[in-house]
């Protein structure tokens, strides 16, 4: 039995814990192009803002593929899935043979044809090595200009920032990380980054990267306003990453498709992670929710499946925590409500930087935002993982001072006796 | 593997659990000292849930699935596989919270004016960990289920 895994993020990590779970023994072969062994993605803002070095990156131990019976081949890209052959195809080298197949190819930032976007200058920023060459330019840049207001944005605003760049950030939306978190989340993070000296334009984009003699000299506005900057860092959000399957019998939509066991619909091809278009547990439909929590937990499955388990990943539910200058914001679940039939109960004082809302539908939790004040978080989210009847207690949701002496004995033996 | 269960049936609400647990993790091991003389104050790893007549212990389950490891994205929580123990790298924690925001039993807890939380470790080293040995009623047990 050949275990062969595309990718070396989150999902792949989880998906080696969990065929070693059940299967010691079966080598595991993982393809990565990225040179690096596998690091923490979320981290290379911290990179790039100095408040770690690269040695502190990395998420298990310099022998975890040693010790784990894995032969890492680190810096080649995957070129296609041979279905007939049962064999991955590698850019330079030999083709891989597989009996279980994981593609966890993460995903890819999202670049508009803005004019002038090809050429130096420009950055995404969603690897190492993009925190590395933004890294470099630290101390040649004054000003940059970072595209899109979502979370990977606004980090890499924030390291920018904290390396004493002048950072404006253009939005297309009428207000920031508006599709992970709220109206009012996102307004006190927002006054808080201006605060700190980012600059922060919503309801407008950039029509051009204006170059002089192929030089980034800043971007021109659809308002017709031109921001100076040496640097553009293009952010609008991260696609999945579905090239390898293209073109196969693997079924995609916007993401890879699989069934609850992580599985596609070519037997003993799996997929997990950024990749996959899941079930969103809440809303009960596919949604691309592109977080760490979910590939590392669809990547665990996936092993665990591919090495002969029969565990069922329930579905994603999306979740977000951030800190920016001293201020902690956690999202789970339906943060915006989608239509009707949801009870939404504020609490907080957003002047203050504190801010509390709970989404319900019927006597379920659906979602929480939770700003400045987040300790017990993890509560919430398992009460709406689990779907707990919180009717008879919502008021103290609200308050933060929910206990779980209000749940009912039944469920409340039920959710503490236990481990998970 | 043991762990640490709360009988909600004789506990009297006291919170001489979570006393115990800031004194055995601290450097000096004086209640006085570690309570007056830490600033800002620490933080047990465990907490009292109590309502009414009702009060029980909350601590961490050091789950066979844990989900504070899945969500960490630093590479900070591991389940050491030889003991069952939910460990926590202080060093390599970057603050995230998303071990908070996971965590169903909400045990794991900022710690105080540090980038980084906190969370039980069992009272690494010490067999029968603090909290239960301090409770005066034997409303917390350590042991196999
Ligand atoms: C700046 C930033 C901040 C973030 N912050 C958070 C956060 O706070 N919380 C959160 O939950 N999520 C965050 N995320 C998202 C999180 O990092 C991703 O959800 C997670 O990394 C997805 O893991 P994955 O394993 O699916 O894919 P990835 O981590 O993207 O890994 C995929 C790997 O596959 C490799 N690969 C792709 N194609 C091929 C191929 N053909 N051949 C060989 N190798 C290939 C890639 O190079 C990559 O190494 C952040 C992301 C970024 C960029």
Redesign the interface.
Known sequence: MNYVIIGNG?AAV?AVEGIRRTDKENPVTLVSNEPYRAY????IS?LLSGK?KEA?I???AENFYEVQGVRPILGKRATGIDLEKNRVLLEIGDAVPFDRLLIATGGIPFIPPIRGKDGSGVYTFTTLDDAKKLAARVGKVKKAVVVGGGLIGLKAAEGLNDRGVKVTVVELADRILSSAFDRQAGDIIERRLREVGLEIILNNSVEEIVRVRGRVKGVALKSGEMVEASDVVIAIGVVPNKAIVEGTRIITNRGALTDEYMETNVAGVYAAGDVVEPTDLLLGQRRVTPI??NA??QG?FAGMNMAGSRKSYGGSIP?????FYGI?T?S?GVSNPPGEGYEVRTSGDPAENVYRKIVFKDDRLVGAVLVGR??????L???I??RVDVGAFKDELLEGDF????IPVETRRR?????? | MKRVYAKEEVCIGCRLCEVACVVEHSGSKNPVKAFKGIKPRPVPRNYVDEGGPLSFSVNCRHCDEPLCVAVCIAGAMTKDEASGVVKHNAEKCAGCWSCIMACPYGVVRVDPGKNRVVKCDLCDGRGTPACVQACPNRALVFEER
């Open positions: 989150a989880g923490g993605r979320p981290l911290n770690i502190d990395y998420l298990r760490w929590p590392y937990i665990k979740m977000n925590s951030i800190e902690p956690v789970i987040i300790e017990k978080a993890g509560v989210t398992g009460l993982a689990d206990g779980f002496v209000r959710i503490l006796a236990v481990a998970r």
